[in-house]
């Protein structure tokens, strides 16, 4: 309970830390002292300073009063707080996934090429997955340059190209073909925007 409290503090006063620091901003950058805002606003002085010292959390009417004088939507500075939190829960989950998606594109290749048990089709099958996999994630990315888009989506290709470089080796990298999947993966991740501005 005391912890479930504990989170609620913080969240408000996260809330009241942002809400104060864009009052103060705004207040700046209009070319007001709180002085001023105070007397245009008809507010106390000591309250308009210990809102943006985040003693005090601005309600009601004083909140719509200094919304007033510094000409700004309420909604901007309560939508602030909560549009910075998702942006990073949505960090967080792209992470995730990125992670999650280059760990599934290696085991895909490595099984293919590396695997004991892998025949000549199996590994002509990772090199068309090699070029088909990083091709649709071109296709759905085609604004990120060449460079984020193979760091983002090939980081896995290139930690799996240095794992197997200590484990084995390059002769068994390159003679199992899976280090060629991995050069033609990372190649099409890397050039692939280029590609497809061509065929269009």
């Known amino acids: 309970m005391n912890e479930l409290l504990l989170l609620g503090l913080n969240k408000s006063n996260k809330q009241m830390n942002l809400i104060a620091k864009k009052i103060s901003e705004i207040r700046k950058s209009k070319g007001l002292t709180q002085e001023e805002l105070a007397e245009r606003s008809k507010i106390n002085l000591r309250t308009i300073q210990r809102i943006e010292n985040s003693e005090s959390e601005p309600r009601g009417k004083t909140l719509n009063l200094i919304c007033d004088v510094l000409q700004?939507?309420?909604t901007e500075l309560i939508s602030a707080e909560e549009s910075r939190t998702n942006n990073i829960g949505t960090?967080?989950?792209n992470g995730f996934f990125l992670l999650a998606l280059n760990m599934v594109l290696m085991g895909l290749i490595g099984y293919l090429t590396l695997d004991s048990n892998a025949n000549p089709n199996s590994k002509f099958g990772g090199v068309i997955l090699s070029f088909f996999l990083p091709y649709c994630i071109v296709t759905l990315t085609k604004k990120m340059i060449?460079?984020?888009?193979?760091?983002?989506?090939g980081f896995g290709y290139i930690t799996y190209f240095i794992l197997?470089?200590?484990?084995?080796?390059?002769?068994?990298g390159f003679g199992t073909g899976?280090?060629?999947c991995l050069l033609i993966g990372l190649s099409v991740l890397y050039f692939g925007?280029?590609?497809i501005k061509y065929l269009d």
């Open 178 to 180: 899976l280090f060629p």
């Open 164 to 172: 197997i470089m200590i484990m084995h080796g390059f002769p068994i």
């Open 193 to 195: 925007g280029g590609l």
């Open 72 to 74: 700004i939507d309420i």
């Open 146 to 153: 060449g460079m984020e888009r193979m760091l983002k989506f």
């Open 91 to 93: 960090k967080i989950i």
